[in-house]
């Protein structure tokens, strides 16, 4: 048997905590609704949700936590609330900033933004340089954000390369498309999370999230707190990532503590 520790496996498999956590944050309508509320109830209340997993994170080490808000393909939703949502986004990017530098996290928003009003991308850029020198955590939001954008997005980065005579296509692998995407210098999830009962990925981090460890709950996402993110996170301890190596083989290498660098 062949127990060589392989250059191709870049991630600990051992590791309990992951590095990089993805949320789908689904159900607000539906816990408004159960309330006789109007569906932007939901998505007011889920602001709530977002502050309790962004610290539980923090608390945890995690290093980088990426949230879907807004997908390319909500703006088919009913003008009002698309409107209310860009409201809203508007309002935490403000009242947030002061507890995202208290917490030491650094916002990023990934997804075509320049779609948004003028005011909306300047609040963006303005909370993002408002807190680019934090360390502890990367918070990446994801709005106007779809996988599919994301991968086309690149391929176009890599065409223009090649027409501009700086890239070779015969150079042109996983690895260089993977660095043309939306956040190459981060790493990729390790726990994909969807709350609100569905299962399905709904264009989120496509490519990305080609080894994530998927997790779906019924728990809509303004009920979504610090226990239940860490039953999700309890989940994903025992869970035993294999990068199409055998079981044997990843117990082997744990054996040897071949991976047991928490880097
Ligand atoms: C997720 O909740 C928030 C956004 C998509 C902006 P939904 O609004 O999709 O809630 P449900 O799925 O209708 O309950
Ligand atoms: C995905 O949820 C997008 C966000 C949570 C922002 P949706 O509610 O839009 O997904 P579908 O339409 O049910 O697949
Ligand atoms: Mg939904």
């Known amino acids: 048997m062949n127990t ?3 250059a191709v496996l870049t991630v600990d498999p051992q590791r309990s905590v992951p590095r990089h956590v993805a949320i789908i944050m689904d159900g607000n309508g539906r816990w408004a609704k159960l309330r006789g509320r109007p569906r932007t109830a939901g998505h007011r209340e889920g602001v709530k949700s977002v502050r309790a997993v962004v610290e539980e994170c923090v608390r945890r080490g995690i290093d980088t936590l990426t949230l879907f808000a807004f ?6 939703r009913p003008r009002a609330e698309v409107n209310i949502l ?9 009242g947030e900033v002061k507890r995202l530098n208290e917490n030491d996290v650094r916002l990023r928003v990934i997804g075509e933004r320049g779609a948004f009003s003028e ?4 609040r963006i850029r ?4 408002r807190t680019a020198n934090n360390v502890t955590l990367n918070l990446q939001v994801a ?11 690149a391929a176009r ?3 223009e390369e090649v027409r501009a005579g700086r890239l070779d296509p015969d150079a042109i692998d996983e690895d260089a498309l993977a660095r043309r995407l939306s956040f190459p210098d981060l790493p990729e999830p390790d726990l994909f999370i969807r709350t609100g009962g569905e299962q399905r990925l709904s264009n989120f981090v496509l490519w990305q999230s080609a080894y994530a460890e998927l997790y779906f709950t019924d728990i ?15 989940d994903f301890s025992r869970r035993q990532r294999r990068f199409g190596h055998t079981g044997e083989q990843i117990e082997t290498w744990s054996a040897m503590g071949a991976y047991e660098r928490t880097e």
């Open 4 to 6: 060589a520790t392989p």
């Open 71 to 76: 997908s390319s393909e909500n703006w088919q």
């Open 86 to 94: 860009m409201e809203l986004f508007m309002t935490a990017l403000r």
């Open 119 to 122: 005011k909306l991308q300047r």
């Open 126 to 129: 303005d909370a993002e340089t």
């Open 143 to 153: 709005a106007n954000y779809g996988g599919r954008w994301d991968i086309a997005r």
């Open 157 to 159: 980065r890599l065409a």
């Open 220 to 234: 809509l996402w303004p009920d979504f707190n610090e226990a239940a993110f860490g039953h999700a996170l309890d």
